[in-house]
């Protein structure tokens, strides 16, 4: 079962609490009688391995392809599809 701990004596021995609850333990917090936190453990996180996603996704061809000169209405603009900014 958790151990109760009150609030004085937590912030007065919180490093050895961390170190129990890094073991393993669930330590609440209580003020008064009234339990108000608890300390729990952290499942690590798995590692992550690089590339694990090769292959899953898909994107438009285009998507990495340079912006394609456009031309206005009048012929006057030669920038990118989404702005007026003009290309070489």
Do not use: W
């Given at each position: 079962?958790d151990e109760i701990v009150p609030v004085h004596a937590a912030?007065?021995?919180?490093?050895?609490?961390?170190?129990?609850?890094?073991?393993?333990?669930?330590?609440?917090?209580?003020?008064?009688?009234?339990?108000?936190?608890?300390?729990?453990?952290?499942?690590?996180?798995?590692?992550?391995?690089?590339?694990?996603?090769?292959?899953?996704?898909?994107?438009?061809?285009?998507?990495?392809?340079?912006?394609?000169?456009?031309?206005?209405?009048?012929?006057?603009?030669?920038?990118?599809?989404?702005?007026?900014?003009?290309?070489?």
């Amino acid at each position: 079962m958790d151990e109760i701990v009150p609030v004085h004596a937590a912030k007065t021995h919180l490093s050895q609490l961390l170190a129990r609850v890094e073991a393993g333990e669930v330590i609440t917090i209580a003020r008064g009688r009234t339990p108000v936190a608890k300390l729990v453990p952290i499942a690590p996180k798995a590692k992550r391995e690089f590339g694990a996603m090769r292959g899953k996704s898909r994107s438009a061809r285009s998507f990495s392809s340079p912006y394609r000169r456009t031309s206005s209405i009048a012929g006057v603009n030669n920038g990118c599809d989404c702005c007026s900014i003009p290309m070489r």
